[in-house]
């Protein structure tokens, strides 16, 4: 979640020195602006970072350099602790330090869209995962050329409401050359660590194993890796789909179906238990909010997978994770695949009615008797004025509410629709929200908002590292389906590339602002908790006013999250004081 208060509204650059000779500026932005190499210093400056956060929140900010007078070389960036006056710190090891890298982008995902670089990848100087200092600083600043680091800084759980200081200084050759202050105001409420929106992001073990090694090496790699690419995801409030896409040793059997859950149970269960992310790590004790129902791709017989479904309901029982699991029944059917939808949902239906079957479609009768998640296109929520035969089959959004009331669920999905498909998009495509790199910082951010006006109840995506599967080296390439970025939020991080010692997931700018996202719905799920759904409504609909038409302004969108958590902070004080809490 993300806030910087900015003392100018856009100007963000401030001299590194009041000295004329000045060569080197650096100033602060807010993560909604994306800088590219060719972004001009404005004249007025920002000289410090004022945050806002609540506990267990992450907040970003930016720092932009630029250099007019030569290439500066050996240029690098550190933090120390953030400190109060009451001896109270957030230490520096809940600071990282990352090195914007830009990608090339040869076709814009949309009409008039801006090729050339763009920032996405985020290497960090120091990584959360190995604790290992990597190769992207110090660095060779051009001249002529912005370049940005994003600095993120998470508040622990533990901490004290209250103001805390601190910096990051930026040295040249070792020399320091300039320190930006940080003001962090920690409020007094505290995000939960599980996510309240669901989620369900696809994650392809084995085309991460090969990303980093070339080849399929051996289980032990693809487990592993596999599980460092799933807490990074939950890291960042976002549960997979897919992970190593082994299911449980089955052995054929009649009526009863026996499988071996051992090391299924290993890899998924410390998500379902929330005990995955190590107890001094951000977000210590989040859950998986969903996860899918593995299915081997054939069966001897009917009954031998309505005994395996069985046996997958009975297990999730014993666990305790019946809640969060689906059966992901069909991925965009055509018209002509409804058949064999029902049936496979029949067929779910008979195994244990208790089964959860997403279908990526918008209500229809047909399928009414099998869905129990719908799953919509964002796309499909409202028609866009002006193209009625694009979703020709959704219904109104309030044909829904019948459909929650059963027990069922309404998620929604974004995809290429959200760009165009394998062309850069024309008018229709302007203003859905989307996960590309060409994107405006906000329209990566404001799929949780649209989710919360619309009561939608999670989010549904199909890859996070789709590039590599479709032949694509991400670093070289991440254009798929016409969008920059499409299914791609990882880069992979190996020591040939990265520096260090161990390989570690690449997290990009849009997977930073989905979790900021994600952040923004805690926080206004949390203001209906203590003020009525309505209170929240208001807030939301000053940033959504249709799917397709949402306010994309960075200083704006901040400043609605600025002045709920303010609403927030107030009322948790209010309560806190009312109980007689010792602060």
């Known amino acids: 979640m993300t806030l910087v208060r900015m003392v100018v509204a856009v100007a963000w650059f401030a001299g590194l020195a009041s000295a004329a000779d000045k060569s080197i500026t650096a100033s602060v932005v807010n993560p909604l602006e994306k800088l590219r190499p060719d972004t001009a210093a404005p004249e007025k400056p920002i000289k410090s970072a004022e945050l806002y956060a609540a506990r267990n929140e992450f907040e970003p900010f930016q720092i932009a350099l630029r250099s007019e007078r030569g290439d500066a070389a050996g240029i690098d960036a550190d933090a120390g602790d953030l400190r109060n006056g009451s001896g109270g710190k957030i230490s520096k090891q809940n600071i990282t330090i990352y090195f914007e890298k830009f990608v090339n982008i040869t076709k814009p995902s949309l009409e008039g869209g801006a090729t050339g670089l763009w920032p996405d990848p985020l290497v960090p100087r120091v990584d959360r995962y190995a604790n290992e200092k990597r190769n992207a600083f110090p660095f060779t600043l051009r001249q002529g050329q912005t370049q940005p680091l994003w600095i993120e800084v998470f508040v622990p759980e533990t901490t004290r409401p209250g103001a805390y200081s601190g910096s990051v200084d930026i040295t040249a050759q070792g020399k320091l050359i300039e320190t930006i202050p940080i003001h962090l105001h920690v409020w007094a409420f505290t995000l939960p660590a599980t996510s309240t929106l669901k989620t369900s992001f696809g994650l392809n073990g084995g085309t991460v194993l090969k990303e980093h090694r070339g080849r399929y090496t051996d289980d032990e790699d693809l487990y592993d890796l596999t599980r460092l690419y799933q807490e990074a995801a939950l890291m960042h409030r976002i549960s997979t789909n897919g992970g190593t896409m082994i299911p449980p040793k089955y052995v054929p ?21 929330g005990t995955v992310i190590p107890p001094d790590a951000p977000l210590h004790g989040a859950q998986a909010t969903s996860v899918d129902l593995r299915t081997p791709g054939t069966f001897g017989s009917p009954d031998q997978q ?15 994770w019946s809640d969060r699991l689906f059966l992901y029944l069909w991925d965009e059917p055509a018209i002509a695949d ?10 779910a239906i008979e195994a244990d009615s208790s089964i959860r079957s997403l279908v990526t479609v918008p209500l229809n009768k047909r399928l009414d008797g099998v869905v129990k998640i719908w799953a919509p296109l964002v796309n499909c929520l409202e028609q866009k004025p002006g193209f009625d035969n694009f979703c020709m089959e959704a219904p109104p959004l309030d044909a829904y509410a019948s459909e929650i009331k059963d027990g069922k669920s309404l998620w929604f999905y974004q995809s290429c629709a959200s760009h165009g498909c394998n062309a850069p998009g024309g008018t229709y495509f302007q203003g859905w929200p989307s996960y590309m790199i060409d994107e405006c910082g906000a329209g990566n951010r404001v799929m949780p908002w649209v989710a919360w006006k619309y009561r939608i109840e999670g989010e549904l995506y199909y890859s996070m590292n789709e590039a590599y599967g479709r032949g694509k080296d991400p670093w070289d390439s991440v254009l798929l389906f016409g969008g920059n970025g499409d299914g791609t939020l990882f880069y992979p991080g190996r020591p040939d590339r990265i520096g260090g010692h161990s390989d570690i997931p690449i997290e990009s700018i849009r997977l930073k602002l989905i979790r900021e996202g994600m952040e923004d719905y805690e926080y206004l799920a949390l203001l209906a908790k203590l003020a009525g759904p309505k209170r929240a409504d208001e807030f939301a609909e000053r940033i959504v006013a249709k799917p397709y038409l ?3 302004d960075p200083n704006r969108f901040l400043a609605v999250r600025q002045a709920m958590g303010e609403t927030l902070n107030r009322l948790a004080s209010e309560r806190s004081e009312a109980r007689g809490d010792a602060q």
């Open 306 to 320: 309505l005994a395996y479904w069985r046996a997958w309901v009975k297990h999730f029982r014993e666990k305790g």
């Open 253 to 273: 059997g009649g009526a009863v179906a026996r499988l071996d859950w051992h090391t299924y149970d290993h890899e998924v269960g410390p998500f379902l238990d």
């Open 338 to 347: 409804y058949q064999k939808v029902i049936d496979r949902g029949r067929a």
């Open 550 to 552: 949402w306010d994309s």
